[in-house]
């Protein structure tokens, strides 16, 4: 009898931990449904491509009124003089501040744009330049390069080779620009909305 008690016993011990998987499993199987679902929100790519084709669309309309904004001043005045180069903090806010209002651009995209102008505005302190190629300015800070053209005629043709879900609210997606030659890596951060928070161009 006592054995049959034992039995009937470890059956039911066995019984009630099956149930008590299976219910962790179902657990599981919901949790993991859960993230399918959040995930989904970044399986349409539209929202990305297009806030990056009008982002550097709007910088190509409005380049020249950024070139308007002077941030570096010094160097020549006359055959005669010149002045050290230097980096006008007030120009800065104004120049970023033109990016802040396009909604294209993450907080922490301003603060890094901003940061570079304000680190170069230190090194010109440390060591005066008169005349020349500023460092750190010797290329376009938006397109990332000497070659303007090139990144604008292709950047409406994008096509996502590839994506990388970082959080909910952050995202990495990688580009072909130009067949394998151009391509670029651009990471969105959720704020208000999708905005563009970091990226470079890769020349292959």
């Known amino acids: 009898m006592s054995k049959i008690f034992k039995l009937l016993l470890f059956c039911f011990l066995y019984f009630l931990n099956a149930c008590k998987n ?39 309309l409005n380049n020249n009124k950024l070139g308007k904004i002077k941030f ?5 005045i006359n055959e005669n ?18 990016f802040d209002k396009t909604g294209y651009v993450s907080h922490s995209y301003i603060e890094n744009l901003k940061n570079h102008l304000l680190s170069v505005g230190k090194d010109l302190k440390e060591e005066k330049i008169y005349d020349g190629v500023v460092g750190g ?6 397109t990332k390069s000497q070659d303007d053209e090139e990144i604008f005629s292709t950047i409406s043709t ?5 994506q990388k879900i970082i959080s909910k609210d952050d995202v990495e997606n990688y580009y072909e620009l130009r067949k394998n030659t151009l391509f670029l890596k651009i990471s969105y951060t959720f704020e208000d909305k999708w905005k563009i928070e970091n990226y470079d161009f890769e020349y292959k």
Do not use: C, P
């Open 72 to 76: 570096l001043k010094g160097g020549y």
């Open 22 to 60: 299976d219910s962790e499993i179902k657990k599981t199987n919901e949790n993991l449904k859960s993230i399918k679902v959040d995930s989904l929100k970044f399986s349409n790519d539209d929202e990305f491509r297009d806030i990056t084709i009008a982002f550097f669309n709007w910088y190509k």
């Open 81 to 98: 003089d010149s002045i050290a180069y230097y980096i006008d903090e007030n120009e800065v806010n104004k120049y970023v501040k033109e």
């Open 158 to 162: 994008i096509k996502l080779i590839g």
């Open 137 to 142: 300015l010797d290329y376009d800070l938006i």
